[in-house]
Structure formats: C-alpha cells, structure tokens
C-alpha cells in the first residue's frame, strides 16, 4: 500500500519543497521587534557542529549571531549556517500527525495516528515475527534520541533491525578504526591540525563539505605546513595545495599502498614504533612490496614522482595528519581504504604526539554522537559490541531486562531495504532519514517501499520517502529539544532547546516514549524530558569505549565541549587520544590491516566507459529536506549539474549549460553540463542532494563493502550523451503514472 | 572596533559564499548582500575572490557623485550614498577602480558595504569576517595577521593612479604594493614609482 497516495506533484504542492526566502515577520521586523534572547547552540548541518547564537522571539527563530567564544569555529560559519535559521518556522513544517487517505494526507490527532501506528506494528509482528518490523534513525539526531531509538528498537519492540543514514557516511572509517585502535573516533582534536608539517587530506572536500576546517589548513600552512590533496576533483583547497594527485575514482587503495611502498623502500618507517606500539606490521610490509609506483600510477593515474615524493613527504615527516572523508569511505573496499591511511600513519610513528595522527571528518550533524550509543545495528550503548556478552550483560541490567531478551546483530541501511523488498521485513518505523534520496539505486528503494505493508514516518518535512508512508507523525527539529551531539572531533557538545515545536508538531523523543508506552513497554521508558534519558545513558555507557560516565550538560556548558571518553565528573576528557601510546585493542597495541586491492562493484567497460562520482556542495546538506527549502541556498546552487572535463565535453559534442544524459547500469539522469578543467576528463561528478527526475541516486549501485556496509557511491560506471531536453527518464514516467493510478 | 583591522586576501577563499549570506543579515541593509563575488574563471579553474569595500581613504566614488551624496566618516569608513542627495546616476559604480558601489532597485540608490557600521561601531567584527571559514576575510588585530604567509599591504596603483586604502589586501611577502599593470614592473618604471612612495 505504501506508494505515493496521489501523484508527486500534487503533493510537492501541498508540503513542499517550497522555498523559504525571509525571516519570521520579514527582513525590516527585527529592527523593530527586536529578539527576546539569545540561545548559544550548534548548527544542525554538518559534523562541524559550530557554535552559533540563535536569536529567539515569541517561540520563533528570528536570525542569528556569531557565536565567537566558541572555540571550535569562533564565529566562523558556512552558508548552510549562516541560514539554518530560515528552516525554522517554515511554511512546509508538519504541525500535525498525518494519515494516509485518498486524496494525498489527511491531518489527524496525536490518538488516531498512534494507535494506528501501535496496532499496525503489533499485527505485523504478530503475523510475521518481531523481526518483520525495522527501525531507521539518523545522524542528526541528538545523542539522547539515539540512544532511545537504539533501545525502543530492542526493547519496545524486540526486532533486531535497527540501523541508521549514518551507515551512508563514515562507518568505513569507524571499521577501520576499531580494527586498528579499538575506537572510533578522531584521534586529534583539530587544534592539532595547524602544528602538522605534512597534511594529507585525501577523498575529503573539505572546502564544501567541512567548511571551516578551511581555516585549520590554511594556518597550518602559515606555520610552513605543506598540504597535499589527493581527489578526482580539484576541489577549493586545492588552489593552495603543494602537490595535487589527481586519481582515478576508487584508486585511493593503490595509491596508499604505493606510499607505503615507497616509505618502506626507502627506510622512512620508524622501528621503534613499530616493534614496541604496534601488531600486524609484517603482512602488511609483505603486501607492500607489491606495490612500486609504476603499478601504483598505472591504476591511480597519478605520475610516479608525485606519489614518491607524496610518501616522502608524509615518510619524513614527524608531524603528519591524515585526514580523510567519504571520498574513500563511500567505496566497496571502504574499509580497507581507511585501514591503509592508518598503515602509513602507523609506519610512520605518526599517531598519539603533536600534530601527528589518522583523521576522519565525519560528515552528519551527530554523525559522531549518534553512532555510539545504540541506532547502529550491531552496537550497545558505549560504543559496546551488541554480540559482545560481556556488553550484553551490562547493557541488559541497566535496562532491566534479560541478556537473552536483548535481540541480536540486525541488518544494516541498505540491507534492511533489500529486506524489504524481498518481502522480509514488512513494516518499517522511520525518523529523520530520507532513503529514496539518500540511499544507492533509488528505483529500488521506490519499489521496495511500494511492498510496506507498514510504513510510519517521524520528521518535521515531509521527506519524499515520507510520501510512502501510511502515517507520518509531526516531530521535532534540533533546536526545539535539548540533547547532546558529538562533533567530527570527538567533542561533545549541547544543542540547547532554543522554541518549542510548533502546533501540534512533538518532540521526537515524546512521541517514542509514547509509542513505547502504548506498545505495553513504557515501564522501560520512564523518561520524563532529555535529561532524564542524558542520565541512563551516561550509565549505560560507562565502562564502554566511548563513556560519557562523566557528562553532564552544565559541564558541557562550562567547558564549551568536553572530548569523550570522560570516565568520571571530575575526568577532564581526552582530546588527543593515544599520548600514552596505549590502545583501546585487546592487547593494548596499535594494529596494521592488510589491505588487498580488488576493484570496483560497477567496473568500467566498453559499454559504460566513464566513471560517475557523487557529493556534495557546500549550500546543501545530504538528501536537501531541509536545505532544499532554504530560497537563498537554493539560489546559491539551484539544482544538480553534471560536472565535466573540456576535453571529454568536446568528445561529446557538449558545451556549458547543454543537457547531457548520464547512464548507469541502473538508470539515466538528464541535468545540465558544467564544463570544467577541474575534473580527470574520466570523471563526471554529480551532487546527489536532490529528487525524483533530479536525484543522482537513482544511477548509484547498491555494492556494500562487506564489512562496513557502506554503498559505493563514490564510483559507478557510466556514459554520457548530449540530450535536447530535461525529458524525464522512462522510470521516472512510470513513476508518476503508477503513483496517479493509486496503489495496487 | 579598536585595535582591529579588515584584511582581505583571495587566496584562501574557497568560493562557498558565506559573506554573501551572512552580509544580507546585517541589520542595515537586511535581505541585501554587499558583497563582490566572482568566480575568477569557472571552466579554467576553482579559484573565486570575494571582496568588501576598501574604504579609500580619498574615496574616487565621493570625488566624482555630482550630488555629493557619498560621505567618509571620521573613522575612514565610506558610506552608502545619502538617499535624499543620491540621484542614481551611477557615476560612482563606473569610477570606483575597485568596482564596488551598486546601483540597488528599485531604491533608485548607490548602497555599498560600510564595513557593518551598525556592528563595528558597538564593538562587534563586521558580519562576513566574523563567518568567512577559510578567514579570506578578517577582521583582526595587526599581529594575528602578522602569523600569515602573506603580507598585508594597503597601497595599490591603477596606471597612474595611486590609492591607499582603509582595509588591507594579502599580499606576497616580498611585495609593498598591488599594481596590475606590467609597466610596473618594468625596471625603468620602478624608480619612478619608488620615488612616488618616498
């Protein structure tokens, strides 16, 4: 039943995306009805998480102020930040439950849809098994909310499928890092970032996608830093990097490996790191010599002095940072991506001193928070292994109930929507995740959410995916709930509640509580408001890798932040982790990963000779439901073009601003060209922010790496055409066909 | 505010367009964004420059508006042109050699960026350099800038025309100037132009 109840564009028209373009009350108001407060809080985009100040009046979001003492961003802001507040008091903003009716959305009361809710869940568990229902969360939610959608997942409703959007970011990296370290985690704080000699930023726009790290590099080179980028694109901090390596599409594996070639070749390791801080140092060196430059170059397409001298550079350096993204964690060999950054690092003794250290930027608002405390599949609170029995048993008692209760390991994203589409799973709880516009091969997931016989949706917009649902119940924004969030550097920060959620609209954790409530579990959901859930979770994540024991908010308030783990009230944090040279692995060592190269999960052919690569841009934030409905953000980049190399333009026969159609093996899109020398000529990049007959998902494959679960969205094969117009795509035109025909 | 200087250097911008966003929050001009932004050449490369006014301290705008509407506060800094004189004649936006008075409709009125005279002049860091993430647009003290590979110079020809100015460009180390014109650089000319400064 879960298709569209009437046609896309009918309901496009009632719930938007329309465009926001003035404050509350208009752009000359403020001068007049000055705001009431100011709320010192963190922007909702991006694991940046900067400080910012919103102005508050009459339980509206008026503007902003820099937020300055705050020390991570001191002010600075991206444009997404600069006009976050316009998402508030939104004219598309849910302010009442919906249900499903034939004419498109019918609002209804908290009761109505609850119960529905509750009573569609139970027959499907009744029927199917508990494991019939699958819960989605996402990284913009507070520490708090995910740590209760981890538990309402295992206890309210006992299914063992509960994974979160946070599976499309960084979790490569947070694979690799806890093979390596036994944490996932930074290692640094980014103060460490401008102390580095060497920066090796690679697969990592930082310029639009962790804006404000711009200004950590660029003091890192006014203290005589060099900077190497290593991405098919030159994005914006390239125009000052010292050396720029430019590889193909999914190639970041080789061109790690020849570093470490060439680092181990020329005696650049550093032995006494190795032998007394590390494990596993032989099958990786064995490995390596594999791997000369000219076998390197070949497969990157990177000329074999740059790679030399790359290696030589981060080889000779005491102080090297490594920072990577999704560039390579958004690959089939994520994982072993991310494991060979860590490998030149730990050859290199450059971890646990002085601007020294492996780096991930995670990408998603709570990207970090959100990850450690339970809406992952296969983890407890803590950071715990949730097939851990040790972690079972303690995370069990602090709930109350059996270890043999709590459900096993489930699905992750992708996988949970495979489930539903071979029928396995056939209800489906969602809250704050877009998986039509964020998830691989969105055809599929069109199909698969048309098979929901069960389908309810938390969210404050109406997402595209929210258009399948049966009820879509109003929730809340970050800035109208209190909670923590945890930023890309490990710091643990405050989201001060700034409003109220308007109307009807609830705080998302209220209504979890309440379903949990009307499911017969509320005994296990006593929870009267954040700082309630704050204080069990700080139990339940003590004596876990990630302990938040000594967190509380008014520490987090006075000390602008606190880094995790924080075992105790009086523990000051850990900004750098491993000074001590001690590690979270089992024998207390730092270990190697060998990293087999294998290739892509949508190879390259005659066919499809062209490799497709998908990101962001810096005035849009993952699938766009909020920064799609910002008229200035959209002004600043209004919709998806197909970036292209002259020389592969001229092949074709196109020219800037032409219509070109992009082909996979899934489907093909038709957006604009945008014709520029700072992309490999092999290399198209489309952003992949936006829907339906615009949403670069649909050309994406659903290849997982099998460790982390991570879609390959960084390399697909494809080729191009000149188009003659925006024609929609046959898929497309079925899509609104069927949707205006009505479910089956 | 005391002590602090405006300092602009395009190198380290990275095109997001922060100062645009953030310039059109200022209470003075709300929903209007002072701020010159360009992408230098997009197909050729990803290298954009944004720029402030730089506030000159013998304004070429001011010398040239027939209705004397362009005024220079006692603190350097040049205002939008005064509504009641402005005759929308648009002498200033061709003259300025740095291209930075708009024509605003349908106000009818030369409006420019005044450096957030309605932040600074309470204490607070104009609104683009307080959000600028790649810092390309400061506003600091002399010695936090001092830090930077860069050196901040406020003296710039035009072919004859010389300027100095209240806000500082980044400029290479070796350089005191900005000139653009390559007669400058020519061996016979730099004696004529050190002399000039002297």
Same mark, same amino acid.
């Not at chain 1, 390239?238 to 060439?262: E, I, S």
């Not at chain 1, 550093?270 to 596993?280: L, M, P, R, V």
């Not at chain 2, 990803?46 to 509407?69: L, R």
């Given at each position: ?39 010192? #809080? ?81 027959? +499907? ?57 036994? %944490? ?8 460490? +970032? ?22 950590? %590099? ?100 005491? =102080? ?125 997931? =069109? ?45 643990? +920060? ?23 409530? =009307? ?42 932040? %606190? ?90 026969? +196109? #020219?800037?601003?032409?219509?070109? #159609? ?35 998902? =649909? ?10 679960? %991570? ?34 | ?14 095109? !997001? ?38 506030? !000159? ?50 106000? *009818? ?6 450096? !957030? ?17 790649? *810092? ?24 004859? *025309? ?37």
């Amino acid at each position: 039943m879960a298709k569209a109840p009437i046609p896309e564009e009918a309901l496009k028209q009632e719930f938007g995306p329309h465009l926001n373009y003035v404050p509350p009350g208009g752009w000359k108001d403020e001068s007049i009805h000055p705001a009431e407060k100011l709320v010192k #809080t963190h922007c909702c985009f991006c694991g940046q998480q900067c400080g910012i100040q919103l102005k508050v009046r009459e339980n509206q979001i008026i503007g902003f102020e820099p937020w300055e003492d705050f020390p991570f961003n001191r002010g600075m802001l991206c444009p997404k930040g600069v006009k976050r507040y316009m998402q508030s008091g939104h004219p598309d903003r849910l302010l009442t439950p919906l249900m499903r009716s034939p004419n498109g959305f019918r609002p209804a009361t908290w009761d109505e849809s609850l119960d529905f809710t509750v009573s569609r869940i139970r027959a +499907i568990q009744e029927k199917y098994g508990k494991d019939a229902v699958a819960v989605y969360g996402g990284a913009s939610l507070s520490t708090e909310k995910s740590y209760l959608l981890g538990k309402f997942a295992r206890v309210a409703l006992g299914t063992r499928h509960i994974d979160y959007n946070g599976r499309l970011c960084m979790v490569s990296a947070g694979t690799a890092y806890k093979l390596a370290f036994g %944490i996932d985690r930074s290692t640094i704080p980014w103060s460490e +970032i401008p102390k580095a000699e060497v920066l090796f930023v690679i697969g990592a726009n930082v310029g639009e996608c962790a804006p404000i790290t711009t200004d950590y %590099i660029w003091r890192c080179r006014d203290n005589g830093g060099r900077l190497i980028v290593a991405d098919p694109r030159m994005t914006p901090i390239t125009r000052n990097a010292d050396l720029y390596l430019p590889l193909r599409p999914g190639t970041d594996l080789a061109l790690l490996l020849g570093m470490l070639h060439v680092i181990l070749r020329d005696g650049l390791e550093d032995h006494e790191f190795i032998s007394q801080y590390t494990a596993g140092f032989e099958e990786v060196a064995t490995y390596a010599q594999q791997w000369d430059v000219r076998r390197s170059a070949e497969i990157t397409g990177v000329p074999p002095e740059a790679i030399e001298k790359a290696a030589r550079w981060v080889g000779k350096s005491k =102080r090297a940072i490594l920072l990577h993204a999704r560039g390579l964690e958004h690959q089939s060999k994520g994982v072993e991506n991310c494991s060979a950054v860590v490998n030149v690092a730990l050859a290199t003794g450059n971890i646990g001193r002085e601007g020294s250290g492996p780096t991930m930027i995670t990408g998603q608002g709570n990207g970090q928070g959100g990850r450690e405390h339970g809406q992952k599949c296969d983890q407890l609170p803590g950071q715990r292994s949730l097939a851990d029995p040790a972690a079972r048993e303690y995370v069990a008692d602090v709930w109350g109930i059996r270890p043999d209760e709590l459900p096993q390991p489930g699905y992750s994203a992708q996988e949970i929507m495979n489930a539903i589409h071979s029928g396995e799973i056939k209800g489906l709880l969602s809250m704050c995740f877009n998986p039509l516009v964020s998830l691989p091969d969105a055809n599929f997931t =069109r199909e698969a959410l048309s098979k929901l016989e069960f389908f309810g949706v938390i969210d404050f917009f109406m997402s595209e995916t929210a258009h399948h649902a049966d009820a879509v119940l109003a929730g809340s924004l970050q800035e109208e709930e209190d909670g923590l969030g945890c930023s890309a550097e490990g710091r643990v +920060i405050h989201w001060q509640k700034s409003i109220d959620p308007p109307g009807q609209a609830r705080c998302d954790s209220d209504i979890i509580i309440d379903i949990a409530h =009307r499911l017969g579990r509320g005994q296990y959901f006593p929870f009267k408001n954040p700082a309630d859930i704050l204080e069990e979770l700080r139990i339940a994540s003590r004596g876990g890798v990630a302990d938040y024991y000594g967190i509380t908010y008014e520490r987090v308030d006075k000390e602008k932040g %606190i880094f995790w783990p924080c075992p105790d009230l009086d523990h000051p944090g850990t900004p750098l982790l491993f000074a001590d040279k001690k590690f979270y692995t089992h024998d207390g060592k730092a270990h190697f990963n060998k990293t087999e190269w294998r290739p892509s999960g949508d190879p390259i052919d005659d066919q499809y000779p062209l490799y497709l690569t998908t990101g962001r841009v810096v005035s849009q934030y993952l699938s766009g439901t909020q920064t799609r409905r910002i008229g200035a953000l959209i002004d600043q980049y209004p919709e998806p073009r197909a970036e292209l190399h002259p020389r592969l333009a001229e092949k074709y026969g +196109i #020219t800037e601003g032409d219509w070109v #159609t992009v082909t996979t093996r899934r489907d093909d899109l038709t957006l604009r060209a945008l014709v520029v020398k700072t992309i490999r000529p092999d290399t198209v990049f489309i952003p992949y922010h936006w829907a339906g007959i615009r949403s670069a998902n =649909r050309l994406t494959h659903r290849t997982l790496d099998p460790r982390s679960k %991570i879609p390959e969205f960084k390399v697909s094969a494809c080729r191009i055409k000149l188009a003659t117009s925006p024609d929609m795509s046959p898929d497309d035109r079925a899509a609104h066909n069927g949707a205006s025909r009505g479910g089956p | 505010m005391f002590g602090y200087e405006f300092y602009i250097d395009p190198s380290r911008c990275i095109g !997001c367009r922060s100062c645009l966003q953030a310039c059109e929050e200022c209470e003075t001009h709300r929903g209007k964004s002072m701020i010159n932004f360009d992408f230098i050449e997009r197909r050729e490369s990803i290298t954009s420059a944004a720029y402030v006014c730089w506030h !000159c301290d013998e304004p070429t705008c001011a010398q040239v508006c027939p209705a004397d509407a362009i005024k220079k506060g006692e603190d350097g800094i040049v205002h939008s042109s005064l509504k009641p004189r402005c005759i929308a004649c648009s002498n200033c936006v061709l003259a300025c050699p740095f291209g930075i008075p708009k024509m605003m409709e349908p106000e *009818q009125q030369m409006m420019k960026c005044d450096m !957030c005279y309605d932040r600074t002049s309470v204490g607070k860091r104009p609104m683009c350099a307080t959000v600028c993430p790649s *810092q390309a647009l400061a506003y600091v003290r002399p010695e936090e800038i001092a830090k930077r590979r860069e050196k901040p110079t406020n003296i710039f020809y035009f072919g004859e *025309q010389k300027i100095t100015t209240k806000v500082f460009m980044m400029a290479p180390a070796e350089r005191d100037a900005i000139t653009l014109d390559v007669v400058d650089y020519m061996w016979e000319e730099i004696h004529e132009v050190a002399a000039t400064i002297e």
